[in-house]
Each structure stands twice: as C-alpha cells, then as structure tokens.
C-alpha cells in the first residue's frame, strides 16, 4: 500500500513537495516503476510524472519545467516536487507503482498494480 502526504493549500505561484512512501515493509518503491497521477473534479485521471530506474518521464510538456520527480532510497520515498503552482493544478494527487522497474515509463493506468488512496492539492488564493 502507498501513502501520499505533503498536499494541502496553497496560494497561486508557490510551491508543495509531494511523497509516496510504502506503508507496509519491507516494499523498497526503487524495485519498482512509480508514477504520480492527479484527478481534476469532473476530469479523468491524468498521468503527470514516472520514475523507473534510468530515467524519468513527464506527460504533459508543460509539465517539466515546474514538476521534478526523483527518489530518496534512503527513506523509501518518492517525491513530486511543483513549483509555481496554479489554480489549474488543483486536483488529488495519486502515486501508483509498476511492476519491472526497468520498464519504459507508461502513463497507462493499467500498468500499475499498487495505488495509493490520493491527497488533495488546493491552489487558491
């Protein structure tokens, strides 16, 4: 099981550090393909950023200048990093991971077995 944490409210041009750590051990989220996701109220779930163990890869275009994936191994954790957030980036946020770590990253859902239950990210002034 994922748990998301770090969402909250926050004003329009600052910034969240979203993680994804594993609730139960001894799950290591570095053997596995992890992906972040967000759903939009009245949108379908989009995919925003994946990690595998080579590379990174981020969906939407827009989206690299202002998001950062990476991985602390040290604390089992995967971390989404937004910078100048917007109004158009409130949405609950998911982790998810995949199987076959050195597999491409997909934004496809079905690619990833485990989520976790989501957190909210509110951007409003």
């Known amino acids: 099981q994922l748990v998301e944490s770090g969402g909250g409210l926050v004003q329009p041009g600052g910034s969240l550090r979203l993680s994804c750590t594993a609730s139960?051990?001894?799950?290591?989220?570095?053997?596995?393909?992890i992906g972040w996701f967000r759903q939009a109220p009245g949108k379908e779930r989009e995919a925003v950023a994946c990690i595998n163990r080579q590379a990174t890869r981020y969906f939407i275009g827009s989206m690299k200048a202002r998001f950062t994936i990476s991985r602390d191994t040290a604390k089992n954790t995967v971390i989404l990093q937004i910078e100048n957030l917007q109004p158009e980036d409130t949405a609950v946020y998911y982790c998810?991971?995949?199987?076959?770590?050195?597999?491409?990253?997909?934004?496809?859902?079905?690619?990833?077995?485990?989520w976790g239950q989501g957190i909210q990210v509110t951007v409003s002034s």
């Open positions: 139960e051990w001894p799950v290591e989220l570095e053997y596995y393909r």
């Open positions: 998810a991971a995949g199987e076959y770590p050195y597999r491409a990253c997909s934004a496809a859902r079905d690619e990833y077995i485990d």
